[in-house]
Nanobody, 125 residues
Framework: QVQLVESGGGLVQVGDSLRLSCAAS????????MGWFRQAPGKEREFVAAISRWSGVLTSYTDSVKGRFTISRDNAKNTTYLQMNSLKPEDTAVYYCAARSRDGLPRTISLVDSWGQGTQVTVSS
């Protein structure tokens, strides 16, 4: 089991940038594929981005964030990041870090083995 702790959320203006961090513990971090999901009020939790385990050569993004968000990982720091640029009001949500300790990317809720507690991102217009 992997323990995940997110940080970096906050209140920003439209067009601003924000970087979320997710610190992992409890398992060899490099062997875990990582991802980010988000959940807006009244909506279901949705996939945002994912990165493969080991070197992180594979990444995946939902269409609405392509070109604006970047997921990365630093195995030496046991941390994954989500760099969010050109933020929009529709990006407002609680962002959850996710981990998958087996092959494949955590691109759906059913593929996630561990969740963080979430961090709020609010984009004000």
């Amino acid at each position: 089991q992997v323990q995940l702790v997110e940080s970096g959320g906050g209140l920003v203006q439209v067009g601003d940038s924000l970087r979320l961090s997710c610190a992992a513990s409890g398992r060899t971090f490099s062997s875990v594929a990582m991802g980010w999901f988000r959940q807006a009020p009244g909506k279901e939790r949705e996939f945002v981005a994912a990165i493969s385990r080991w070197s992180g050569v594979l990444t995946s993004y939902t269409d609405s964030v392509k070109g604006r968000f970047t997921i990365s990982r630093d195995n030496a720091k046991n941390t994954t990041y989500l760099q969010m640029n050109s933020l929009k009001p529709e990006d407002t949500a609680v962002y959850y870090c996710a981990a998958r300790s087996r092959d494949g990317l955590p691109r759906t809720i059913s593929l996630v083995d561990s969740w963080g507690q979430g961090t709020q991102v609010t984009v004000s217009s």
